[in-house]
């Protein structure tokens, strides 16, 4: 198969799957009322998304990917800033609530362009590969730190894990580098067990 060829079908499917994940996650906040996502993935992801879409744009298909992101990811965030202050009501102030969000957003934006500047990675590959592992990590400690699927679902576990194989799979013919495999395999790790959990308390 002709290199080009695969890699765009690595770069659709990642995108796609991506999309059904927090289209998803946006259907299933809206019925639990409860955010679907973890306010530090939250920050990081719309980060990013701004940083590669309207500051170094990529490619025209990853550019339109990217902004498709931007939006859901908006609409998550305020799934966030609605059910999340009900949920942390009674640890936490209004204003501190709003002043953390604000606080991580703002520290989120400027560690990935930091991140990206040091490492000269202007497509920021590393930042997107690094915070997904952080994202897998953070959905297992909402899950637990909950005891529940709520606002979570199987659907959203495998769509997310499935985007990011195809992510892994291009980048690991092509562009491979340790530190994007190692951490790759590792977010690999922590979606199955991801699902393994949803599973578990989907049975509940």
């Given at each position: ?9 690595c ?9 059904l ?9 809206f019925?639990?009322?409860k ?5 530090v993935?939250i ?5 990013w998304?701004f ?6 744009p ?9 902004f ?16 999340g202050?009900?949920e ?9 609530f ?13 560690m ?11 497509e ?10 952080m ?9 637990l730190?909950?005891?529940?699927i709520?606002g979570q679902?199987?659907?959203?576990a ?9 992510a892994?799979v ?9 530190l994007i ?24």
């Amino acid at each position: 198969m002709n290199q080009n060829y695969f890699l765009l079908i690595c770069q659709l499917g990642m995108g796609l799957f991506w999309i059904l994940t927090y289209i998803l996650i946006i259907k299933r906040g809206f019925q639990d009322e409860k955010y679907g996502m973890p306010m530090v993935a939250i920050c990081a992801n719309i980060s990013w998304e701004f940083i590669f879409t309207f500051i170094f744009p990529q490619n025209d298909l990853q550019r339109g990917i990217s902004f498709i992101w931007f939006v859901l990811d908006l609409v998550i965030m305020w799934q966030y800033l609605i059910y999340g202050r009900n949920e942390y009501k009674k640890k936490m102030s209004l204003k501190l609530f709003y002043t953390s969000f604000l606080f991580t957003l703002v520290v989120s934006f400027f560690m990935i362009l930091a991140l990206s500047h040091e490492l000269q990675d202007m497509e920021g590959k590393y930042a997107a590969f690094l915070q997904n592992l952080m994202m897998s990590g953070l959905f297992i400690g909402l899950l637990l730190g909950r005891g529940s699927i709520a606002g979570q679902s199987m659907s959203i576990a495998v769509c997310k894990m499935i985007g990011t194989l195809f992510a892994a799979v291009g980048f690991f013919l092509y562009f491979r580098t340790p530190l994007i495999t190692i951490t790759s395999m590792a977010t690999f790790m922590y979606d199955v067990l991801y699902i393994g959990l949803v599973y578990r308390l989907s049975r509940k």
